[in-house]
């Protein structure tokens, strides 16, 4: 169980690096510390769920952003598919930002 555990725990660290490459295009910061991503949940057969938001339901980006998001995250080694959900409550707000992110837009 151990092992299981830590491949799984190990496949999410992969996905996340790989969804730090992803940008929302109205900020600098990536999805992941931007804190859109609310979510990742990795089953027994390593089909990934992702649960993320937006900036707003009106985001311009709602029709491309999740699917890169899944693009990104299907092309890391051992990901068997991913389904995306959107979240819409909790609301996104700036405390959801990494302090980097923070940093990074000069909220901090």
């Known amino acids: 169980m151990t092992s299981e555990l830590s491949a799984k ?3 999410r660290e992969r996905i996340i690096a ?3 490459t992803c940008f929302d295009p109205e900020s ?3 999805v992941y510390d931007l804190g859109l991503i609310y ?3 990795i089953a ?3 089909s990934v769920r992702i649960d993320m938001t937006l900036t707003s339901p009106n985001c311009p980006s709602i029709e491309s952003l999740p699917s890169e998001i ?3 995250a299907e092309s890391v080694e051992g990901v ?3 389904k995306i959900e959107l979240i819409w409550d909790p609301p ?3 405390g959801m930002m990494s302090d980097e992110a923070k940093l990074q837009l000069g909220l901090m």
Do not use: A, S
Request: proline share 4%; glycine share 4%; aromatic share 4%.
């Open 9 to 11: 725990d190990e496949l």
């Open 18 to 20: 790989q969804l730090r």
């Open 28 to 30: 600098p910061v990536n």
């Open 39 to 41: 979510g990742i949940d």
């Open 44 to 46: 027994d057969d390593m």
């Open 70 to 72: 899944q693009q990104k």
């Open 80 to 82: 068997k598919e991913v």
């Open 92 to 94: 996104f707000h700036t």
